[in-house]
Nanobody, 129 residues
Framework: QVQVVESGGGSVQAGGSLTLSCSISGYRFSSGCMTWFRQVPGKKREGVAGIDSDGNSAYAESAKGRFSVSKDNAKKNTLFLQMNSLKPEDTAMYYC??????????????????????WGQGTQVTVSS
């Protein structure tokens, strides 16, 4: 059974930083893409940043230049999201997920939540002005 656990969220002031962590266990495949998503109540879940199975990174326009996604090479299926220069509009519940991503034709495709089926409880990020 695949388990997804996100952590590292919190409340910060605008301009601050947070680092989110994601640990996925029970995923039986040796490769795949991992992506961070976020969702605000009443809105669709959106991709923030991810790494495909070839190690290519993809970022949403809103994340470029401020966020950095990385994997823990020592721990399988562990993903981080370093978030700098946070803005109030970054306030959301953040989730991560994993998939084989055989449906992805380009790195940017992994920002779509449609192909992902494993979700955790998420970690809340709140940015105050």
């Amino acid at each position: 059974q695949v388990q997804v656990v996100e952590s590292g969220g919190g409340s910060v002031q605008a301009g601050g930083s947070l680092t989110l962590s994601c640990s996925i266990s029970g995923y039986r495949f040796s490769s795949g893409c991992m992506t961070w998503f976020r969702q605000v109540p009443g809105k669709k879940r959106e991709g923030v940043a991810g790494i495909d199975s070839d190690g290519n990174s993809a970022y949403a326009e809103s994340a470029k230049g401020r966020f950095s996604v990385s994997k823990d090479n020592a721990k399988k299926n562990t993903l981080f999201l370093q978030m700098n220069s946070l803005k109030p509009e970054d306030t959301a519940m953040y989730y991560c997920s994993i998939d084989l991503c055989g449906w992805a034709l380009s790195p940017a495709d992994i920002l779509s939540p449609n192909g992902f089926g494993y979700w955790g409880q998420g970690t809340q990020v709140t940015v105050s002005s």
